[in-house]
């Protein structure tokens, strides 16, 4: 291997491990400086180890690892280690951080500001989102809810993904609440509506943070895609993704074959499902990525 070739090595796995720390220690911040001190609950894995922290003293960490562990196995059996490897090291990552800062918080080393608990709703929600959006911006996911809807998404083929992951949160933020109601001498009727409220917006702020981080809002990507196993490529995608799907006939020109090329946009927050059902179906693609702004029609923005 020439010397040249081992510095870009060195230099992308240090690229790669500095992501992971920074998106794992921002993570731990949101929970352990601002979620859990002002008992706010997300939705997915983390909202249900930040209720059982906040009920029990469970380490939250340690909860959001032990609830992916099926997850993740029923995922491996589905798509196999390459598809899932890089979500393995999110949640491990992420888990033993958010431990760690835990444990620095209580013995008083980083301190824990007292704010009011909206804006450390706030705050929780956007440290989160930042989190996973540098994270998911290098093809690493957390698991938890998001890898659940899409393997869900196989077997319930009228909602999207973005629609059942909405669901599932929507469960675990609803019934957290009631748990901390029956549970919580002093809760009212009126706290619980508040702490669904707080969690509603800690989760759209979350969404906006992910996606800012990501590429900005207003921006998807243009997949071009050549494959042999065209046709089964097309129907992953729409089923994982609930995305129209383009067909462009093609010439190869040092060959002289015909192909049959994909085309299809989808939100940058959805690349890591898109790249995972192409690698999935035919892991010899070849897949070109453009930025697409300004999209508009069903799914993406209205036509004005």
């Given at each position: 291997m020439s010397e040249k070739l081992k510095n870009i090595n060195v230099k992308a796995i240090t690229g790669e491990v500095l992501y992971i720390i920074l998106g794992s220690v921002l993570y731990g911040l949101a929970i352990d400086m601002f979620l859990t001190p002002s008992g706010t609950v997300m939705g997915g894995a983390t909202g249900i180890a930040t209720l059982l922290n906040i009920l029990f003293d469970l380490p939250t960490g340690t909860v959001i690892l032990i609830i992916n562990i099926p997850i993740l196995l029923v995922a491996w059996k589905i798509y196999g280690i390459g598809m899932i490897s890089h979500t393995i090291i999110a949640v491990a990552a992420t888990s033993v951080t958010t431990d760690l800062l835990d444990l620095l918080f209580s013995a008083g080393i980083l301190p824990v500001p007292e704010i009011d608990p909206l804006f450390s709703a706030i705050c929780g929600g956007a440290l989160l989102g930042a989190a996973a959006g540098l994270l998911l911006s290098r093809g690493y996911t957390t698991g938890g809810s998001d890898l659940t809807s899409v393997m869900l998404k196989r077997k319930i083929k009228r909602l999207s993904t973005g629609n059942i992951i909405f669901i599932l949160d929507l469960i675990i933020i609803g019934g957290s609440a009631i748990v901390r109601f029956i549970f919580t001498e002093d809760a009212t009727f009126a706290t619980l509506i508040t702490g669904v409220l707080y969690s509603i917006v800690a989760v759209y702020v979350y969404s906006f943070a992910l996606d800012t981080v990501v590429g900005g809002t207003k921006t998807s990507k243009m997949a071009i895609i050549v494959s042999d196993k065209y046709d089964d490529v097309a129907d992953g995608i729409f089923q994982d993704l609930a995305r129209g799907v383009t067909i462009l006939h093609g010439l190869g020109w040092y060959s002289g074959q015909?192909?049959?090329?994909?085309?299809?946009?989808?939100?940058?927050?959805?690349?890591?499902?898109?790249?995972?059902?192409?690698?999935?179906?035919?892991?010899?693609?070849?897949?070109?990525?453009?930025?697409?702004?300004?999209v508009l029609g069903h799914g993406f923005g209205q036509i004005e």
């Open positions: 015909e192909k049959n090329v994909i085309m299809c946009v989808v939100k940058r927050g959805e690349l890591f499902i898109l790249k995972s059902t192409v690698m999935r179906t035919d892991d010899k693609a070849f897949m070109i990525l453009l930025d697409a702004k300004d």
